[in-house]
């Protein structure tokens, strides 16, 4: 069976597979949004930094991109994900139905949050902007993971007015 991954957020410009095919894709019933306490890739405990999550709402939809596995690599990447996204318990793996922009419909992995989790959170954007600012993890300055994804989006012609508006404010908190 062919496997594809849905991309909102890092996996967007670092896949960590080089995919077979990549789709300009929809899911249905979930927004991307920065809900999810970063304690590990983009921030420590005692300064948790931000990063993006599937958040599942009535009538919202999230544009990104499918990524279709190459054949033969479905145990390697799936580990690979699993090993990268499962660091906390705060996603969940899911199989979704993604629209594709050629027509098609597939099921996808996809990453989404647990909302019962101890670091999901719903802030305002100026209180994203100022955790975002501030944060660096093993993977980095927080503000570089906003920047990246909101870039690549951009380059991708999808676009996320919330992720623009926190592009700007972080780089003006940032003084940049």
């Known amino acids: 069976m062919t496997m594809w991954v849905f991309g909102y957020g890092s996996l967007l410009w670092n896949p960590g597979f080089e995919p077979a ?3 300009l894709a929809t899911l249905p019933g979930y927004s991307r949004s920065f809900c999810m306490r970063s ?4 921030g420590t405990p005692e300064n948790p930094g931000l990063v993006l999550a599937l958040d599942e709402a009535e009538g919202a939809a999230c544009e990104g991109v499918a990524l279709r596995v190459r054949p033969g690599e479905e145990d390697p990447v799936l580990t690979y994900l699993r090993e990268r996204e499962l660091v906390s318990s705060a996603y969940l793996e899911r199989h979704a139905r ?7 419909s597939v099921e996808a992995l996809a990453y989404v949050i647990d909302p019962e989790h101890v670091q999901y959170c719903d802030l305002t ?13 093993g993977r980095g300055p927080n503000p570089d993971y906003l920047y990246n ?19 700007l404010r972080v780089r003006g908190l940032c003084g940049q």
Do not use: S
């Not at 994804?149 to 592009?167: S, V, Y």
């Open 98 to 104: 993604v629209n594709l922009d050629d027509g098609r």
């Open 39 to 42: 304690i590990h890739h983009r």
């Open 21 to 23: 095919e990549r789709r």
């Open 125 to 137: 954007l100026e209180e994203q902007a100022v955790a975002i600012a501030g944060a660096v993890g």
């Open 149 to 167: 994804t909101a870039a690549h989006l951009r380059d991708l012609g999808i676009e996320d007015a919330d992720l623009n508006w926190l592009d």
